[in-house]
C-alpha cells in the first residue's frame, strides 16, 4: 500500500502548479525520446572512430611473432587509419619510448650479473678471414641471466657486432672496460649501440617480403628488453675481430698465400643451447655468424696455420675426405675450451712468477703441451712443414 502524503505536501503542490505557466504544462512541450534525439547533430563519418581491420591485427601479430598484444596492435591500427606501414612505425615508436622510460627508472640500480658473448661469422671463401666478436652484457640477478629474453637479446648484440663491426673500428669505450688489443680491440660503447640490431641468422625468415622490417638500434633493442624482463641492463664491452689490422707481434692478422686463419670459440653454460644450428638461407642477404656462444665465461682463439705450399696441403687433406678448414676450427675450439677451464695460463705458473703461454701448458685434453699438439695434428692433416701459431687468445668473465 502506498504510503500516505502529509497534507502540508499537498500544498507545497498546490502552490507550485498554481506558479507553472499553463503552456508550459501542455503535451507539446513535453520532453519525448524523439525530440532528444532530434536535438542532437547528425554524426559523419569523420566523428565515428577507425575500426581497425581484424586481417591487419592478425597480420601485426604475425609480424611481431604475437609479441605485440592483439590491444596494442587494434590501437596502432585506429592510430594510423588502419595504414599498417604507419602502424608499425606507431608500434616501434611507443616500444621505444615506453622502453627509454622504463630503462630510465632503473638506470641507477647495480648490475653485477650477466653474459658474455662469442659470435663467429665464417670466411668469406677458402683462405678467406673470419669475423668474430665478443661482448658483455650485465643484468642484475642471475635469474634474468638465465632468461631466453636476454639470452635472446645478448645472442642479437653479439650477432649484430660480428657482422656489422668487422674491421674493429678503434675507439676509447666510453663508460666500459677498455683494451687496446690491436687485435680485439674495444669499439665505443656509443657506435655498438648506435648499430643495427639484425636479425638472428637461425630466426626463419619470412615468408611474406612485407612482413620484414627495418632493423632498431641497439640502444632500442635493449630497451625493449628491459622493459620486459624488468630490470636494468647494461652493455658493458664489446670488440670486433680486427682482421685487417696488423698484429703487434711478428704476425699479421691477415692472410697469406701459405697461412690459414681460422677462430675458434668456446662458452660455459650449464643451459641448452638457446637456437638450433643456423641454415646460411635463413635470412637472405644476412651472413650469419657459424656460431653465437652465450655463457658467464667465454673464450675466442685464433689460429693460423702456415704451410709453405698451402693450396696443395689443402687439396690433399680434402682428397682425402676430411675438411681442412673444419679441422683448424676444431682445434681452435678446443683449445678455447683449455683456456676457459684453466683461466687462460696463470694457474699453472708458480707465485710470482710470469704466466706460461698457452702453447707451453699442458693439454687439458692431453698428449702433451698445447703447442705439441697442435703441431701433431697439423702434419697429419697437411704434412711435414706444417706450422700452427696461436695468433690471439682472449678470455673474458662477466665483471671481471
Avoid at 652493455?235 to 703487434?248: N, V
Avoid at 682425402?320 to 676457459?340: C, F, I, R, S, T
Wanted: charged share 15%; net charge negative.
Amino acid at each position: 500500500m502506498a504510503a500516505a502524503i502529509p497534507a502540508r505536501c499537498h500544498g507545497i503542490h498546490l502552490r507550485l502548479a498554481r506558479s507553472i505557466p499553463r503552456t508550459l504544462l501542455t503535451p507539446s512541450h513535453a520532453f519525448t525520446s524523439s525530440t532528444l534525439r532530434l536535438s542532437s547533430p547528425p554524426s559523419t563519418a569523420s566523428d565515428e572512430a577507425v575500426k581497425p581491420s581484424v586481417q591487419l591485427v592478425a597480420k601485426i601479430r604475425k609480424i611481431t611473432e604475437n609479441s605485440v598484444s592483439i590491444t596494442r596492435a587494434r590501437a596502432a591500427l585506429a592510430a594510423t587509419a588502419n595504414d599498417l606501414d604507419a602502424a608499425m612505425a606507431w608500434l616501434a615508436d611507443d616500444e621505444a619510448r615506453s622502453g627509454a622510460a622504463k630503462a630510465a627508472t632503473l638506470a641507477g640500480r647495480h648490475a653485477g650479473q650477466g653474459l658474455v658473448c662469442v659470435a663467429i661469422a665464417p670466411p668469406a671463401g677458402p683462405g678467406g678471414v673470419p669475423t668474430a666478436a665478443m661482448v658483455e652484457v650485465n643484468c642484475e640477478t642471475d635469474f634474468v641471466a638465465r632468461n631466453d629474453v636476454f639470452r635472446e637479446a645478448c645472442a642479437r648484440v653479439g650477432s649484430s657486432v660480428a657482422i656489422m663491426g668487422a674491421g674493429g673500428e678503434l675507439g676509447e669505450a666510453e663508460g666500459g672496460v677498455h683494451t687496446t688489443d690491436p687485435l680485439l680491440p674495444s669499439l665505443p660503447l656509443s657506435l655498438l649501440l648506435s648499430l643495427p640490431a639484425l636479425p638472428l641468422p637461425f630466426a626463419p625468415a619470412p615468408t611474406d617480403p612485407t612482413l620484414i622490417q627495418p632493423p632498431q638500434p641497439l640502444s632500442t633493442h635493449l630497451s625493449s628488453a628491459i622493459s620486459k624482463v624488468g630490470e636494468n641492463l647494461v652493455l658493458r664491452r664489446g670488440a670486433s675481430l680486427a682482421t685487417s689490422t696488423p698484429s703487434s707481434s711478428s704476425h699479421s692478422s691477415t692472410p697469406d698465400a701459405a697461412s690459414l686463419l681460422a677462430a675458434g670459440a668456446h662458452a660455459h653454460s650449464d643451459l641448452p643451447a638457446l637456437y638450433s644450428p643456423p641454415n646460411p638461407a635463413t635470412q637472405p642477404g644476412v651472413p650469419p655468424p657459424a656460431r653465437i656462444l652465450l655463457g658467464r665465461v667465454a673464450a675466442l682463439v685464433l689460429l693460423r696455420v702456415h704451410h709453405p705450399t698451402l693450396p696443395a696441403a689443402l687439396a690433399r687433406a680434402a682428397a682425402g675426405g676430411a675438411d681442412p678448414v673444419e679441422k683448424v676450427v676444431g682445434w681452435a675450439d678446443k683449445v678455447a675450451a683449455h683456456v676457459v677451464a684453466t683461466g687462460g695460463g696463470g694457474e699453472q705458473a708458480e707465485a710470482g712468477s710470469a704466466p706460461v703461454k698457452v702453447e707451453d701448458q699442458e693439454f687439458l685434453y692431453g698428449g702433451g703441451t698445447v703447442g705439441e699438439v697442435l703441431s701433431r695434428e697439423a702434419s697429419a692433416v697437411f704434412g711435414e712443414g706444417t706450422k700452427v701459431v696461436l695468433e690471439g687468445v682472449w678470455r673474458w668473465e662477466v665483471g671481471v
